[in-house]
């Protein structure tokens, strides 16, 4: 019984590291982590969120492109795409669920910040 009993400790153990561990992999940096960045820039900050998850389908094929700071900037002023990730209006963007909270509140603060480029 006290085998078993320390068994399920172990693995509950090795599964709260997992989680701890994949959730901590999600931002690069503890700014990001934490989701304050006070500056973000497009180049720093908001590039690498569009290409890893939404640049594979907003490609220019698809309705609309985010390739670039200006399409990126025009669909935000437009509400178009704060509107999508908050799951605010159509279907949640990306198709593989809502951002994480850190993501959306960087772009959200780059949009406050009259979204520096560099």
């Not at 085998?3 to 940096?29: E, H, K, M, P």
């Not at 180049?43 to 569009?50: D, F």
């Not at 509400?79 to 809502?98: A, E, S």
Request: with cysteine.
């Amino acid at each position: 019984m006290k085998s078993n009993r320390n068994t399920i400790v172990a693995l509950f153990g090795c599964l709260f590291g997992i989680v701890v561990l994949l959730y901590s992999c999600d931002s690069s940096t503890y700014e990001e982590a934490s989701g304050y960045v006070p500056n973000p820039t497009y180049t720093k900050n908001i590039k690498p969120i569009m290409d890893n998850n939404c640049t594979s389908c907003h490609n220019g094929v698809q309705e609309f492109s985010l390739l670039t700071y200006e399409e990126v900037k025009g669909n935000i002023v437009s509400g178009n795409l704060l509107c999508r990730i908050n799951n605010q209006c159509g279907d949640v963007m990306p198709p593989t669920g809502k951002m994480n909270s850190g993501k959306i509140r960087l772009i959200q603060t780059w949009k406050d910040n009259n979204f520096p480029q560099n």
